[in-house]
């Protein structure tokens, strides 16, 4: 029996993004909600990239989802396919002219005086490159010191 690769299967980016959300929030209500679609909407994409992998990713036990080895699996897989997305992006960006480099923009916690303004950031000048993020990703944590 001829074996079938990832790449040659009905697998879709929005399959591997919603999966994506449910592994990280492990709730499929939660994922949905993240996402702004309907709670089945979600459900159905990950019933259809299950059945395209032939592989069951999540277990229910009681009331708690969990990721099966295989979706453990599947997590790293996904996150690399986006990486490596995103570096294609900015190589890309690259070969257009464009300076390499990204800019996460996202929820800042904190607090600053009354009045205080970001300095003004120009795309294309000093190797900035501004990234949207995915729905349901979560701002990059930045470190001070």
Known sequence: MKRQHF???????????TFLVVAERLSVTEAARVLHLAQPSVST?????????????????????HLTDAGKEVQAGARQIFAALDHLDMRLAHLNGLTAG??????????????????????????????????????PRTQSG
Do not use: C, M, N
Not at 107 to 135: C, D, H, I, N
């Open 7 to 17: 790449h040659t299967r009905q697998t879709t980016f929005r399959q591997l993004e």
């Open 45 to 65: 994409q990950i019933a259809k990239l299950e059945q395209s992998l032939g592989l069951k990713l999540f277990e229910q036990i009681g009331k708690r989802l």
């Open 102 to 139: 990204q800019l996460h923009h996202g929820k800042v916690s904190g607090t600053a005086p009354a009045g205080t303004v970001l300095p003004p950031v120009s795309p294309g000048r000093g190797g900035v490159e501004y990234r949207q993020p995915l729905r349901g990703d979560s701002p």
